[in-house]
């Protein structure tokens, strides 16, 4: 059984505002009288509940961000590999796109979570 507290609640709150990727030592900075292990083990376990998408850059640093509540069934994103923004696509061109993996490449995709790495609309006007 688990329980819900104060610190939670405050680390959901937070974790909820975020436009952006985050890192558990940002969480920790932002958060007053949060211990850093409660921090790492709270966001492990929405992790492994598939509330917030996990991932590693290119540096090997951690980043985390919120999965917005949808309706939909399958999960795509578009990481921006400069800003670290992932931004949830509902597109009907990609239930296409992944049944042609399946039939053409024998692979059937986790549609769960994909991600597409890349460069942000605003990005990619700075390059």
Do not use: W
Request: glycine letters at 4%; a negative charge.
């Amino acid at each position: 059984m688990t329980y819900n507290t104060k610190q939670k609640d405050d680390i959901l709150m937070r974790i909820k505002s975020k436009d952006k990727a985050f890192t558990v030592k940002e969480l920790y900075d932002e958060l007053d009288n949060i211990g850093l292990t409660t921090i790492y083990r709270f966001v492990d376990k929405l992790v492994g509940e598939g509330r917030i998408n996990k991932y590693i850059d290119k540096s090997n640093t951690t980043y985390y961000q919120y999965i917005e509540e949808c309706d939909c069934s399958h999960h795509y994103y578009l990481k921006c590999d400069d800003c670290g923004i992932m931004i949830h696509v509902d597109c009907d061109e990609i239930e296409p796109f992944t049944a042609h993996i399946t039939k053409h490449h024998g692979f059937i995709p986790n549609t769960n979570r994909i991600i597409i790495n890349g460069l942000c609309k605003e990005c990619s006007k700075k390059n």
